[in-house]
């Protein structure tokens, strides 16, 4: 067992070729996730936080840099072995309506992790009612369809089949920005007792800088696939040391009104965003100096 679970060194992303070539969708980009640790990627659209997400779950295959999990590289490992060490990697998406099959039921939705890793013997009916059973639905939910849940229920469902093969990390990519308010924090409430049970790690993709002090442990601020800042998430968010932080912090809507005016006005008396350490226009990062540890 190691003590970092995942560990991006350096990571690279491009798509495309030739003239439809998109350079740098990712670049660079550094950071880790420890067992029971919640490390946020935040970042406006664009920014690079889904497919750094989609690589982790190897989607997306890298242009260079490594991506370990468990201290194995998993760029460099063979079909089948990087298919046994991503079945501890599960992802749940933003959208509990477009992320479910809606012609399956709840039980052939669950039963598709064990069967993908030659796990859907006769334990699986037992490991699908206690799945159900952690994230907070009734056993005959097996045999309904997703159209007969709300949307709050059915990222429970997509958290079951996340959690059914027994991951060690989950990569959240946006799980409740589709959902009401209140619906959100049952959900965050839930994946956090989950981790508390599990040590499950979370790769925790969000727009939404108010979110992660709620939700992480360390942040990593993207900008145009670039690492801007990283660090624990209280001094983040307490103390944004770049620029662009400053200003993502200032755009996220506040519920006390006299601390977003405070906020806004802070970071209208930013220097504007640098651009003279990035060749291409992005501002300058900082922060690197904690990028050995997140
Ligand atoms: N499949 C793809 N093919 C080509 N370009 C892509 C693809 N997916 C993403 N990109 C580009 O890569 C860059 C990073 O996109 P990505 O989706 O990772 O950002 P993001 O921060 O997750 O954005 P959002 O919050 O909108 O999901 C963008 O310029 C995007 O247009």
Known sequence: MNDTLLELRGLTVNYGRGRRRIPDAVSDVSLAVAPGETVALVGESGSGKSTIGNVVLGLVPATAGTVRFDGEDITAAGRRRRRMLTRHIQPIFQDPYGSLNPSRTIRQT??????????????????????LDRVGL???????YPDEFSGGQRQRIAIARALVAGPRL??????????DLSIQAQVLNLLRRLQRESGIGYLFITHDLA?????????????????????????????????????????????????QRRRRAAARSLPPVTTAAAP???????????????
């Not at 009734?138 to 309904?144: E, G, Q, S």
């Not at 989950?170 to 959902?179: G, Q, R």
């Not at 942040?219 to 670039?226: A, C, I, K, P, S």
């Open 110 to 131: 669950l039963i598709e992790p064990l069967l993908a890793h030659g796990r859907a013997g006769a334990a699986a009916g037992e490991r699908i009612a206690e799945v």
């Open 138 to 144: 009734p056993a005959d939910a097996t045999d309904r």
């Open 170 to 179: 989950i990569v959240c990519d946006e799980p409740t920005s589709a959902l």
């Open 211 to 259: 979110l992660i002090r709620h939700v992480a442990d360390r942040v990593v601020v993207l900008y145009r696939g670039r690492v801007m800042e990283t660090g624990p998430a209280a001094r983040v968010t307490g103390e944004p040391q770049h620029p662009y932080t400053q200003a993502l912090l200032a755009a996220a809507p506040v519920p006390d009104p006299v601390e």
């Open 280 to 294: 291409d226009g992005s501002p300058e990062r900082s922060g690197q100096g904690e990028h050995s540890r997140v």
